[in-house]
């Protein structure tokens, strides 16, 4: 059974950074496309970003340029870089896992103050 832990949210003051962490544990790491999507109170779950295990990485244009999405097969870890972050960015983060079916993590709260 495939699952997945994110970790490394928190309060963070605009313009700060924080990176999150998501370990899938119960099957094969690199034949996932492993994705960031995030969702704020009040709104719909939204794309964030997403990399494939070929190291392919596609991202919402609201995050270019200040998000990284990275992947380690290794440590069967998909990280998630943010930078310049602005209170917009505020919302919980999920960490997905997709290969014949999606699979979702528990999420993660990420706070940015103005």
């Known amino acids: 059974q495939v699952q997945l832990v994110e970790s490394g949210g928190g309060l963070v003051q605009a313009g700060g950074s924080l990176r999150l962490s998501c370990e899938l544990s119960g099957s094969i790491f690199k034949i996932y496309t492993m994705g960031w999507y995030r969702q704020a109170p009040g709104k719909q779950r939204e794309f964030v970003a997403q990399?494939?295990?070929?190291?392919?990485?596609n991202y919402a244009d609201s995050v270019k340029g200040r998000f990284t999405i990275s992947r380690d097969n290794a440590k069967n870890t998909v990280y998630l870089q943010m930078n310049s972050l602005s209170p917009e960015d505020t919302a919980v983060y999920y960490c997905?896992?997709?290969?014949?079916?999606?699979?979702w993590g528990q999420g993660t709260q990420v706070t940015v103050s103005s």
């Open positions: 997905s896992a997709r290969f014949a079916t999606t699979v």
């Open positions: 990399i494939t295990g070929a190291g392919l990485t």
